[in-house]
T-cell receptor
Framework: KAGVTQTPRYLIKTRGQQVTLSCSPI?????VSWYQQTPGQGLQFLFE???????NKGNFPGRFSGRQFSNSRSEMNVSTLELGDSALYLC??????????????????FGPGTRLTVL | DAKTTQPNSMESNEEEPVHLPCNHS???????IHWYRQLPSQGPEYVIH???SNVNNRMASLAIAEDRKSSTLILHRATLRDAAVYYC???????????FGQGTTLQVKP
């Protein structure tokens, strides 16, 4: 079974530009979550999409947005890039169905990330 | 989301057991306790999760205090490949929203 894939793996942009990152979840998974990882702030949750709807949202400005397509693939967009947006952006996928009990746990599978550098 | 507290770093010798503690004094009754780890230059990976009772899987064991205000991840025989940052996370919704703390950096010495 193929894992979570993210494209591109590396990206260099300049301040003020916008960027779109892509995430293909594991086949059959309906939930995709996005995270930002920086040395100073660690891993921070951005948002989660489930069946094309945003289900959870972190505490990031509106410049960060996302969407999910009917095939569960997800894109994340950052507009008006700032130097502080330089980070590793990780996506994770899971089955996403919120069943109860230990056996119904939605294990998150993470991709390798996209390294964004803003100059 | 309830907060967890972990030591910043720990050291272990190869082949010895490792006990990684996590405090979560504000845990609610519906919070699951999750552990993920992040190996160098990789995304995080799931280790184990539990609710009230101790749990075992092929990777590790999770010991949960009776009052659920703390838990311990146990690696029975540490290997060099276990060197990673270990995150203890609470999540009640069984969704993809994981709130990571700073985690514990585990160093394994040969």
């Amino acid at each position: 079974k193929a894992g979570v894939t993210q494209t591109p793996r590396y990206l260099i942009k300049t301040r003020g530009q916008q960027v779109t990152l892509s995430c293909s979840p594991i086949s059959g998974h309906r939930s995709v979550s996005w995270y930002q990882q920086t040395p100073g702030q660690g891993l921070q949750f951005l948002f989660e999409y489930f069946s094309e709807t945003q289900r959870n949202k972190g505490n990031f400005p509106g410049r960060f947005s996302g969407r999910q397509f009917s095939n569960s693939r997800s894109e994340m967009n950052v507009s008006t890039l700032e130097l502080g947006d330089s980070a590793l952006y990780l996506c994770a996928s899971s089955g996403g169905v919120r069943t109860g009990g230990l056996s119904g746990y939605n294990e998150q599978f993470f991709g390798p990330g996209t390294r964004l550098t803003v100059l | 989301d309830a907060k967890t507290t972990q030591p910043n770093s720990m050291e272990s010798n190869e082949e010895e057991p490792v006990h990684l503690p996590c405090n979560h004094s504000t845990i609610s009754g519906t919070d699951y306790i999750h552990w993920y780890r992040q190996l160098p230059s990789q995304g995080p990976e799931y280790v184990i999760h539990g609710l009230t009772s101790n749990v075992n899987n092929r990777m590790a064991s999770l010991a949960i205090a009776e009052d659920r205000k703390s838990s311990t991840l146990i690696l029975h025989r540490a290997t060099l490949r276990d060197a990673a940052v270990y995150y203890c996370i609470l999540n009640s919704g069984n969704t993809g929203k994981l709130i990571f703390g700073q985690g514990t950096t585990l160093q394994v010495k040969p």
